[in-house]
Each structure stands twice: as structure tokens, then as C-alpha cells.
């Protein structure tokens, strides 16, 4: 298998099971390249983030995709042995990202796979390896959970020692949520507030708006149209 993921979340697509382009992720366009070619080239960059699909022996190719660059690096998956992640962490990974996605009340509307008691199990068995502060569990507003449980869920990863990468739901052509709209932008401003307010303990205004997520993180346009507003607003053009 070349491509895709096994699982079937209802967002996504690089689920194998809707009719998505493969080379997206949310809006973006990933282009296949190979490794070997390209590795040199990484180095300039501050930091390479590899996120992980769900396919046969999936943890072996991030390995060995891992242990071909030298710069800093981030990888994102759904839980791996704990084997895995001190491996990972041998291989000079020092941030790692986990695709929690929602909350409990909606993980079968999202079509979330296993248990979200697993992946919580994962995410402080992850915290353990790498320490407080160096897991980011991706959390994406909109796909029809429940607001309370939302900002709850927020909270209790505060007290577990991982940080929230927050992303807006993004409809995507060719998923089972392609017709659904994204949240509002308002609502998911007040959401962003939050989210800063329980990580600093103030209320950060306009950079409560800045990309959460791994240093040197950005993702500019990956959950909004370059022509519109922005939901999550790139360091790169924070006022001064």
C-alpha cells in the first residue's frame, strides 16, 4: 500500500475508505517525493514534522524516514508501542504529536477508531518519554462535539503535561464531512482564548490566535482559504 490509512475518520482524507485525493491533508497538496533526493535539502529548515498514516508496518517506514534527517523533528501518529517511542526518541525526535482529534462524547460521529481511553493512555505513556511540554495532542473545533466537553478535554491535557495543537475542521472534498461547515470563526476565536487562558493563566488576546503546535510550526492556510480570514494565524505575520 502505497498511500492512505486504514482508519476511517470521517474528516480526513487519507482514508482509504472515501473517494479524497490521497496527496491532500486538510487543504494542503503533499507532492511524493523520495527521501533519498531530498534529504540534503531539509536542513535548511528549521524544524521537519512527519505525520504517520495507518498502514501495514507504518512504524518501521517512520523509522527509517526519522533516521535520514539530521535537522530538528516532530513526528505526529495515532499510539505505537512504547518500544516505538523511545526509538524515536534515540533517533533525535524530540517533539511528538498525537491525533486525538475530539472528545469522547464525539468520537463515533467522527469515526475516530480504538477507544479514546487508548489514545489517553498513549498520551501519558508518551509524556513519559519524551516529558511535560514536548507532546502536542492535535485537537481539531467543529467536527460536533460539545463545547464544555471541548474546553474540558483542553483542560485535562494542561494537567497531564501536554500542550493542544488546535486546528479548525476544514471540509474536505470526497470525506463523509465534505457538506459540513466549519465552525465559525468567532466561535472558534473564543475557543483559541480559552485554550491560551488555560496554558498562561491570561486572557492573551490577538496571540491567542497565533498556530499552536511544535516550534517553528506555522501552517499557514491549512485550515483556511488564503483569500479569506485566517483561524489560525502564522507567527510570520504577527504584528510587530
Given amino acids: 500500500m502505497k498511500g492512505g490509512c486504514v ?15 490521497k496527496s491532500f491533508l486538510s487543504r494542503v497538496k503533499w507532492y511524493s517525493v523520495d527521501i533519498d533526493e531530498v534529504k540534503e535539502s531539509l536542513s535548511i529548515f528549521k524544524r521537519f514534522c512527519l505525520q504517520t498514516v495507518v498502514k501495514p508496518n507504518f512504524e518501521e517506514e517512520m523509522v527509517e524516514i526519522i533516521s535520514k ?29 498525537v491525533g486525538l482529534d475530539t472528545t469522547e462524547g464525539n468520537w463515533d460521529n467522527a469515526g475516530k477508531p480504538g477507544k479514546f481511553s487508548d489514545y489517553m493512555r498513549f498520551i501519558e505513556e508518551a509524556i513519559n518519554v519524551f516529558g511535560r511540554g514536548k507532546v502536542y495532542v492535535h485537537l481539531v473545533y467543529g467536527l460536533g462535539e460539545k463545547e464544555e ?15 493542544v495543537a488546535l486546528f479548525a475542521f476544514t471540509p474536505v472534498k470526497g470525506t463523509p464531512m465534505s457538506n459540513k461547515n466549519p465552525p465559525k470563526l468567532e466561535d472558534y476565536r473564543r475557543i483559541q482564548r480559552l485554550r491560551f487562558k488555560i496554558y498562561h493563566g491570561v486572557d492573551g488576546g490577538e496571540f491567542s490566535y497565533l498556530t499552536s503546535g511544535c516550534p517553528s510550526c506555522d501552517r499557514p ?18 504584528k510587530e
Fill in 7 to 21: 482508519n476511517h475518520c470521517k474528516f480526513c482524507s487519507q482514508s482509504l475508505s472515501n473517494s479524497a485525493d
Fill in 69 to 97: 534527517i539530521s535537522s530538528k523533528k516532530s513526528v505526529t501518529t495515532t499510539p505505537i508501542s512504547s518500544d516505538y517511542l523511545r526509538i524515536l526518541k534515540e533517533k533525535g525526535v524530540d517533539y511528538l504529536g
Fill in 149 to 163: 466537553e471541548f474546553v474540558s478535554l483542553m483542560r485535562t491535557l494542561h494537567f497531564m503535561g501536554a500542550e
Fill in 221 to 238: 492556510f491549512y485550515n483556511e482559504d488564503p483569500k479569506g480570514l485566517m483561524y489560525n494565524v502564522p507567527l510570520m505575520v504577527r
